[in-house]
C-alpha cells in the first residue's frame, strides 16, 4: 500500500549545537495503521540523565480504549495550565528587582512558551552578571508566588483521566526549568497523570531537549514511542517534535499564534476538540 505523507513542510534551522548529534530517522512503514512512523532511535548514552544509554528494546503498543494515537507528549505553559499572568507577573518582579527595562504587555507575553534564559536575553537584551540575576530571581518568584495563581484549563484534569483510564502514557515536555514543572503539576494535582515530566536543565535548555528526555522517560517505562504526538500551543513546540518526525496538534488556548498553527500537523480550538482528535487519529 503505497503512503502519502500530509504533513507541511517545515522549514528548520540548522543544528548549531554541537553537543546534540543530529538525529537521522529511517521511516518505516506501520501496516495496520496504514501509515509511516519514524523508526526507533538509537542515541548517544550521554544525552540521557545518569548516563543510561537509550532503551532499545522493543516494547509493545498498549491497546487502547477507543484512542488511536499513543503515547502523548503534552507542553505545560499555554496547553494543560494557564500560567500567562503567573509568568508577566514573575517577569514584572524580575525587571523591578534587578533595574531592567519597562517591558510592554506585548513583551510581556512573548515570554510565554520559549526557554525563559531566551526570553531574557533577546526580549528584554539581558546579558552577563544581570542575565544570571534575573534567572534566578524569577525562578524563586515562581516557586513562591508565581505558582499559587496558575490553574489547570477547564477540562484538561478530565481528558488527562480518560486517556490515562484507557492505558495511554502520557509525559510533559516543557521549556520550563524542571523542578518548577514538577511543582507546578504538583500544586495543580496533575503531576499524578504522568509517566514522566521532562523540562530544561543547564545544558539541555530547548525545546527539543525536552522532548528528547521525555521519550527518554517513557521508553525507560516500557513503552514503544514511534507513534508517539505532541500537543503545544507555540512554534516552539512544533519545530522541537519535528527533530523526531512526531505530528502535532496545536492548541489555540494558549498562546501561539496563526501563523505558527499553520505548521501543524491538526489545530483544535477546544479541550472537547482535542480529546475528539485523539480518538479519531490525525
Given at each position: 500500500?503505497?503512503?502519502?505523507?500530509?504533513?507541511?513542510?517545515?522549514?528548520?534551522?540548522?543544528?548549531?549545537?554541537?553537543?546534540?548529534?543530529?538525529?537521522?530517522?529511517?521511516?518505516?512503514?506501520?501496516?495496520?495503521?496504514?501509515?509511516?512512523?519514524?523508526?526507533?532511535?538509537?542515541?548517544?548514552?550521554?544525552?540521557?540523565?545518569?548516563?543510561?544509554?537509550?532503551?532499545?528494546?522493543?516494547?509493545?503498543?498498549?491497546?487502547?480504549?477507543?484512542?488511536?494515537?499513543?503515547?502523548?507528549?503534552?507542553?505545560?505553559?499555554?496547553?494543560?495550565?494557564?500560567?500567562?499572568?503567573?509568568?508577566?507577573?514573575?517577569?514584572?518582579?524580575?525587571?523591578?528587582?534587578?533595574?531592567?527595562?519597562?517591558?510592554?504587555?506585548?513583551?510581556?507575553?512573548?515570554?510565554?512558551?520559549?526557554?525563559?534564559?531566551?526570553?531574557?536575553?533577546?526580549?528584554?537584551?539581558?546579558?552577563?552578571?544581570?542575565?544570571?540575576?534575573?534567572?534566578?530571581?524569577?525562578?524563586?518568584?515562581?516557586?513562591?508566588?508565581?505558582?499559587?495563581?496558575?490553574?489547570?484549563?477547564?477540562?484538561i484534569p478530565e481528558l488527562l483521566q480518560e486517556l490515562v483510564s484507557a492505558d495511554?502514557?502520557?509525559?510533559?515536555?516543557?521549556?520550563?526549568?524542571?523542578?518548577?514543572?514538577?511543582?507546578?503539576?504538583?500544586?495543580?494535582?496533575?503531576?499524578?497523570?504522568?509517566?514522566?515530566?521532562?523540562?530544561?536543565?543547564?545544558?539541555?535548555?530547548?525545546?527539543?531537549?525536552?522532548?528528547?528526555?521525555?521519550?527518554?522517560?517513557?521508553?525507560?517505562?516500557?513503552?514503544?514511542?514511534?507513534?508517539?504526538?505532541?500537543?503545544?500551543?507555540?512554534?516552539?513546540?512544533?519545530?522541537?517534535?519535528?527533530?523526531?518526525?512526531?505530528?502535532?496538534?496545536?492548541?489555540?488556548?494558549?498562546?501561539?499564534?496563526?501563523?505558527?498553527?499553520?505548521?501543524?500537523?491538526?489545530?483544535?480550538?477546544?479541550?472537547?476538540?482535542?480529546?475528539?482528535?485523539?480518538?479519531?487519529?490525525?
Amino acid at each position: 500500500m503505497s503512503v502519502v505523507d500530509r504533513r507541511p513542510a517545515v522549514q528548520h534551522a540548522p543544528n548549531t549545537d554541537t553537543n546534540i548529534p543530529e538525529i537521522n530517522v529511517a521511516w518505516e512503514v506501520d501496516e495496520q495503521a496504514h501509515t509511516r512512523v519514524p523508526a526507533r532511535r538509537s542515541l548517544p548514552a550521554q544525552n540521557f540523565p545518569n548516563g543510561s544509554a537509550r532503551k532499545t528494546a522493543e516494547c509493545k503498543t498498549v491497546e487502547t480504549a477507543g484512542f488511536v494515537t499513543l503515547p502523548i507528549l503534552f507542553d505545560l505553559d499555554g496547553t494543560l495550565v494557564e500560567s500567562g499572568p503567573s509568568i508577566t507577573a514573575s517577569i514584572r518582579a524580575t525587571m523591578k528587582e534587578i533595574d531592567g527595562p519597562e517591558l510592554d504587555d506585548a513583551t510581556l507575553r512573548a515570554f510565554i512558551g520559549p526557554p525563559l534564559r531566551n526570553g531574557f536575553e533577546d526580549l528584554a537584551g539581558l546579558h552577563g552578571d544581570q542575565l544570571e540575576q534575573a534567572v534566578a530571581f524569577y525562578m524563586n518568584h515562581q516557586l513562591t508566588e508565581g505558582i499559587n495563581i496558575i490553574e489547570p484549563y477547564e477540562g484538561i484534569p478530565e481528558l488527562l483521566q480518560e486517556l490515562v483510564s484507557a492505558d495511554i502514557p502520557l509525559a510533559v515536555a516543557t521549556s520550563k526549568r524542571t523542578l518548577n514543572a514538577r511543582k507546578v503539576l504538583d500544586n495543580t494535582d496533575l503531576a499524578q497523570y504522568f509517566v514522566g515530566i521532562s523540562g530544561s536543565e543547564p545544558e539541555r535548555m530547548t525545546k527539543r531537549h525536552s522532548i528528547e528526555t521525555a521519550l527518554y522517560l517513557l521508553e525507560q517505562d516500557g513503552h514503544a514511542t514511534k507513534n508517539a504526538v505532541m500537543v503545544g500551543d507555540r512554534i516552539h513546540d512544533i519545530e522541537g517534535a519535528r527533530h523526531f518526525h512526531m505530528p502535532v496538534i496545536a492548541v489555540t488556548w494558549g498562546y501561539g499564534t496563526h501563523d505558527e498553527y499553520a505548521h501543524a500537523d491538526a489545530v483544535v480550538d477546544t479541550v472537547a476538540e482535542l480529546g475528539e482528535k485523539l480518538q479519531k487519529g490525525l
